[in-house]
Each structure stands twice: as C-alpha cells, then as structure tokens.
C-alpha cells in the first residue's frame, strides 16, 4: 500500500542518570516496611495503567499514500480512549482488570448490555465524567471492589 505513519519520536520523559541507585534505594526501602509492619504478600499489588485508543483521535495524522498533497481525516473529532488498570499480586494472582472509560455521547462509551457481560467476569466499568485518567473515586472504586 505504501502507506507512512510519521510522528514526534521524542522520548516524554527521561530516565535519571542513577536510576540503578534510586531502585536499589526504593527496594530497601519496601523491605524495611514489610518486615517492620509484618505486612503479608497477599497485600503487595502492583498496578499498571494502559491507555488504549480505539479510534485515532488526533487530527494531524492518519494514514495515507505515501507523499499524498490532501489528507482527509474522518471522525478526528470522536475521541475513543480509555484507560485498563491491570493489578497482580506480588505471590502472582493475577486481579480483575478495571477500565476506566470518559464521554457523554453514546459512542464514546461501552454499551450498558456489554458492560453486564463483561462485569459478570469480574471486570469493572468506571466512568470519569472529567477525563479518561484514574481518579480518586475511581481508584476508590478499585479498592473497595478489587483488593
């Protein structure tokens, strides 16, 4: 197809010159309060956010022939993004995943009859009316239903 995808590949943050130190510092630092504290395996989660696009919501890029003059981009405007928080336990038990979704127009949010089907697995469906980002409440919500 000859197609091109190009963007700013400039790195967003930058890793500290002595990062080996500071993680060897933090590690002590989680072994000393887990002694202290007595604190159980069972109690230590680990979270990772994912942000996931559905639908590309920048209105600079898509793809196109290589070298075209005039680029239309539909639907730019439909922003479909939505963040997965997925949380394991340091023994490896893997917990239900929460997806944090935003928007007010239908389209930009799961349907009420998926979510239904999707929470019966144990997944949870939050909504942050401000933006697709966990907040408080939805990091609440995540604690009181998952851990």
Same mark, same amino acid.
């Given at each position: 197809? =000859?197609?091109?995808?190009?963007? #700013?590949?400039?790195?967003?943050?930058?890793?500290?010159?002595?990062?080996?130190?500071?993680?060897?510092?933090?590690?002590?630092?989680?072994?000393?309060? &887990?002694?202290? !504290?007595?604190?159980?395996?069972?109690? *230590?989660? =680990?979270? =990772?956010?994912? +942000?996931?696009?559905? *639908?590309?919501?920048?209105?600079?890029?898509?793809?196109?022939?290589?070298?075209?003059?005039?680029?239309?981009?539909?639907?730019?405007?439909?922003?479909?993004?939505? *963040?997965?928080?997925?949380?394991?336990?340091?023994?490896?038990?893997?917990?239900?995943?929460?997806?944090?979704?935003?928007?007010?127009?239908?389209? +930009?949010?799961?349907?009420?009859?998926?979510?239904?089907?999707? !929470?019966?697995?144990?997944? *949870?469906? +939050? #909504? =942050?009316? #401000? #933006?697709?980002?966990?907040?408080?409440?939805?990091?609440?919500?995540?604690?009181?239903? &998952?851990?």
């Amino acid at each position: 197809l =000859n197609w091109s995808f190009q963007a #700013n590949t400039k790195s967003s943050q930058k890793i500290p010159k002595d990062w080996e130190q500071e993680c060897y510092e933090t590690f002590l630092r989680l072994v000393f309060l &887990i002694y202290t !504290e007595q604190i159980l395996k069972t109690s *230590i989660v =680990n979270h =990772n956010h994912s +942000s996931i696009v559905l *639908i590309r919501s920048d209105a600079d890029y898509t793809y196109e022939e290589w070298r075209s003059n005039q680029v239309a981009i539909h639907r730019w405007d439909k922003k479909c993004v939505f *963040i997965s928080l997925i949380s394991t336990r340091i023994c490896g038990v893997h917990l239900p995943t929460q997806l944090v979704w935003t928007g007010k127009m239908a389209y +930009s949010l799961p349907t009420h009859l998926y979510c239904k089907q999707v !929470e019966a697995e144990a997944y *949870i469906f +939050s #909504n =942050n009316p #401000n #933006n697709y980002w966990c907040s408080f409440v939805t990091m609440k919500e995540c604690f009181e239903k &998952i851990i």
